[in-house]
């Protein structure tokens, strides 16, 4: 055994106002962690305990892909601490374009959009870090057809957005942005978050926010009226510092929340409750009866680093 391996960390210390993680990769902590860390994975339930016990009231976990999606979607009818988001990630998209796949699996992420506790669409947009210029065209599709998605079910959409933020915006402007637009793990910088701010769009910070080199973010956290501002972890990537290089899991976020309270010299609890109260709005209550679903997938996903 290598005892120099990452262990999980600590639980910080717990939250007097309750938070939201508003993305997150339950599945992926379930199946990745094994292979990244040589820890033994959590299962979700696991996870969310943890993460009750230091106030993260719930979570959204976050579709990647039609497997990821479904799983999202019917682990949130059983788990009252569970809303979803579904789509096809832009990263996805170009390979499901290749195999003549696309369009149906466009369709699943539809009807899955339509089901009670599934209140958001993504994680999509657009990502011109991983996908070539052959593959664009495809992101674009499926960019706008998750829009269109969102739109009629009236629920959220949360933005992928990696290298391609002049492409990303001018997309939502041509095809009308959903009424709760969400960038999540905003990566921008001041300018960009006004102007995201200005069109009433959300901005969501993750444990880079923390980082030593994110002065971009931070610059963009304090750009913004505090009625647009997000969090969450994305785990179990970007866990904060002082965990940084550590799986992260929901339970981690009360370090970033705290961070952020520091960096823009407000009071703690008052700034949970500003961004409890944006979740709230953006994605409905968790509170909701879950609807039991007999067909709870079990099987093991095949997580990729996606985030």
Same mark, same amino acid.
């Not at 979700?44 to 990821?68: C, I, K």
């Not at 988001?85 to 195999?99: K, T, Y």
């Not at 991983?130 to 739109?151: L, N, W």
């Given at each position: 055994? $290598? @005892?120099?391996?990452?262990?999980?960390?600590?639980?910080?210390?717990?939250?007097? !106002?309750?938070?939201?993680?508003?993305?997150?990769?339950?599945?992926?902590?379930?199946?990745?962690? +094994?292979?990244?860390?040589?820890?033994?994975?959590?299962?979700?339930?696991?996870?969310? @305990?943890?993460?009750?016990?230091?106030?993260?009231? +719930?979570?959204?976990?976050?579709?990647?892909?039609? /497997?990821?999606?479904?799983?999202?979607?019917?682990?949130?009818? =059983?788990?009252?601490?569970?809303?979803?988001? !579904?789509?096809?990630?832009?990263?996805?998209?170009? =390979?499901?374009?290749?195999?003549?796949?696309?369009?149906?699996?466009?369709? /699943? *992420?539809?009807?899955?959009?339509?089901?009670?506790? !599934? =209140?958001?669409?993504?994680?999509?947009?657009?990502?011109? &870090?991983?996908?070539?210029?052959?593959?664009?065209?495809?992101?674009?599709?499926? &960019?706008?057809?998750?829009?269109? *998605?969102?739109?009629?079910?009236? %629920?959220?959409?949360? %933005?992928? @957005?990696?290298?391609?933020?002049?492409?990303?915006?001018?997309?939502?402007?041509?095809?009308?942005?959903?009424?709760?637009?969400?960038?999540?793990?905003?990566?921008?910088?001041?300018?960009?978050?006004?102007?995201?701010?200005?069109? +009433?769009?959300?901005?969501? &910070?993750?444990?880079?926010?923390?980082?030593?080199?994110?002065?971009?973010?931070?610059?963009?956290?304090?750009? *913004?009226?505090?009625?647009?501002?997000?969090?969450?972890? @994305?785990?179990?990537?970007?866990?904060?510092?002082?965990?940084?290089? =550590?799986?992260?899991?929901?339970?981690?976020?009360?370090?970033?929340?705290?961070?952020?309270?520091?960096?823009?010299?407000?009071?703690?609890?008052?700034?949970?409750?500003?961004?409890?109260? $944006?979740?709230?709005? !953006?994605?409905?209550?968790?509170?909701?009866?879950?609807?039991?679903?007999?067909?709870?997938?079990?099987?093991?996903?095949?997580?990729?680093?996606?985030?």
């Amino acid at each position: 055994m $290598n @005892d120099d391996r990452p262990e999980y960390p600590p639980l910080p210390v717990p939250l007097t !106002v309750g938070i939201y993680d508003n993305h997150t990769h339950l599945d992926h902590l379930d199946g990745l962690v +094994g292979s990244w860390t040589g820890l033994e994975p959590l299962d979700y339930r696991e996870q969310l @305990d943890r993460a009750s016990t230091v106030g993260v009231r +719930g979570v959204v976990q976050v579709g990647v892909d039609v /497997e990821t999606s479904r799983w999202a979607a019917e682990v949130a009818a =059983r788990e009252p601490r569970i809303l979803a988001a !579904v789509a096809i990630h832009p990263n996805e998209a170009p =390979r499901l374009e290749a195999a003549g796949e696309l369009d149906a699996a466009l369709a /699943e *992420i539809d009807e899955l959009a339509g089901r009670p506790r !599934v =209140r958001a669409v993504g994680e999509t947009g657009l990502d011109f &870090f991983r996908t070539e210029e052959a593959g664009r065209a495809a992101q674009f599709r499926s &960019f706008e057809a998750h829009i269109a *998605i969102a739109k009629k079910h009236g %629920i959220a959409m949360q %933005i992928h @957005d990696r290298d391609a933020h002049a492409e990303v915006i001018s997309t939502l402007r041509i095809n009308g942005a959903p009424e709760n637009t969400v960038f999540h793990c905003f990566s921008g910088d001041a300018d960009l978050a006004r102007l995201c701010a200005d069109n +009433g769009w959300y901005l969501s &910070f993750a444990g880079t926010v923390t980082f030593k080199n994110a002065d971009n973010l931070r610059a963009a956290l304090a750009a *913004i009226p505090r009625d647009r501002i997000l969090i969450e972890t @994305d785990a179990p990537y970007l866990a904060p510092m002082p965990v940084r290089g =550590r799986p992260n899991a929901p339970y981690l976020i009360p370090h970033t929340l705290r961070f952020m309270a520091d960096f823009l010299e407000t009071d703690l609890s008052l700034l949970a409750a500003q961004i409890t109260s $944006n979740t709230e709005l !953006v994605y409905g209550s968790w509170s909701a009866e879950p609807v039991i679903s007999d067909a709870l997938s079990t099987d093991e996903v095949d997580p990729s680093d996606l985030a």
